[in-house]
């Protein structure tokens, strides 16, 4: 079977994304239909009782769709011809109506737009749980906290706002169709840099880029998007694109702050693109490594290097690519003591840095070993 990993990673995010709704909050329902609420009641149970089971169905769709995405990307299919647009947009279709079950940082993004443009208060100064009987308080995460992300954000953050017409269902699939439109726009400006479609879909369909960015609905790609568009634009001659560009990673800085780093890739000429996204690479990958002095190291980071290791030649630098496919990998098993256990402290941390080393340290190890084994083989004369 010529198509079976389209046909597996189909059939995965088929099952993720009724799955997925069976983490919806218990204070949040979106339908009173009986035949809906039969339904969420039953993937409850499954999710919220036997927690196990659930850990081990994740489990099997993210080695599924990372196998698949593996055969995919790595064997050479004629990719501009089998990946038909019908078949990829069925497949971003059915991930933005899936409910963001890994992460409540889409209801903080909702929350802070209402502070902003409903009740007209600065969400730096006023938390959403200042907002009396505020419906969405119920089920939205740290509503104690201001704002956490830049003023381009909260200022972007008024389409999709605008959009969710005040109900809960709309506003999560029109800040996750925000996203969306960004992370198309980034893997067009992968495929227009590099001129290959394989770069530009080995990052499209990661699964942790599906997964954090489409399912999730996080912003990184966001920040993302504007910085790289800004560095391509910054490389043209005309005076209007740098301008223009730097303004767009100025705006990325706005929303993150993490891009603030990329600032010596404006230093380099034009003519070292391969350099220059090398040089964003470790950037991003460095401040990824150092997060954990703030919170944690979230996932849906490994955006910020993805991004620019899709642009890298894979031929001149097989190891990035290879270290990036495990590492997002071991990321996303890192979920699995959390589903399990559905605790945040405990043992939960160890296990988490255990899923996500072990992958990642198997293949450094064994591309070691084999380089070691190389060296020591005796040469034909």
């Not at 730096?124 to 704002?147: G, H, W």
């Amino acid at each position: 079977m010529k198509h079976w990993p389209k046909i597996v990673i189909y059939l995965s995010v088929i099952i993720l994304s009724v799955i997925s709704y069976g983490f919806i909050d218990p204070h949040l329902s979106f339908s009173s239909l009986p035949v809906y609420a039969y339904i969420q009641s039953v993937l409850i149970t499954l999710v919220y009782r036997h927690t196990f089971v659930t850990a081990g169905i994740y489990a099997a769709l993210i080695v599924a769709m990372y196998i698949a995405y593996s055969r995919l990307i790595w064997e050479k299919h004629d990719l501009k011809r089998h990946i038909l647009p019908g078949w990829i947009i069925a497949i971003l279709g059915l991930l933005l109506l899936s409910y963001p079950a890994l992460s409540y940082d889409i209801f903080n993004y909702i929350a802070t737009a209402k502070v902003t443009f409903k009740y007209v208060e600065n969400p730096y100064v006023i938390m959403p749980i200042d907002i009396s009987n505020e419906p969405m308080l119920s089920y939205t995460r740290a509503a104690n906290k201001l704002a956490l992300y830049g003023p381009i954000w909260i200022a972007l953050t008024s389409f999709p706002y605008l959009l969710s017409l005040n109900n809960p269902l709309a506003a999560i699939i029109s800040f996750k169709l925000f996203v969306t439109l960004f992370y198309l726009a980034l893997v067009y400006m992968i495929y227009r840099k590099t001129k290959r479609w394989d770069a530009a879909l080995w990052f499209a369909f990661n699964p942790l880029v599906l997964i954090e960015v489409i399912v999730n609905g996080h912003n990184d790609i966001v920040m993302m998007a504007l910085a790289l568009g800004g560095l391509l634009l910054w490389q043209r001659d005309w005076p209007i694109y740098k301008v223009v560009g730097l303004v767009l990673w100025v705006s990325s800085i706005f929303i993150k702050g993490a891009t603030i780093v990329l600032l010596p890739l404006f230093f380099l000429s034009p003519k070292v693109w391969e350099k220059a996204v090398l040089v964003g690479f470790w950037c991003m990958f460095g401040v990824f490594l150092i997060s954990p002095l703030r919170e944690e190291m979230y996932p849906w980071y490994a955006v910020w290097w993805l991004s620019f290791a899709a642009c890298i030649p894979v031929k001149k630098q097989s190891y990035i690519h290879g270290f990036s496919f495990w590492l997002s990998f071991g990321l996303m098993l890192g979920y699995l003591p959390w589903i399990a256990t559905r605790e945040y402290g405990g043992i939960t941390p160890m296990i988490r840095v255990i899923a996500t080393i072990v992958p990642v340290g198997t293949y450094v190890i064994q591309r070691e070993y084999m380089k070691l084994s190389n060296r020591m083989r005796p040469h034909s004369s």
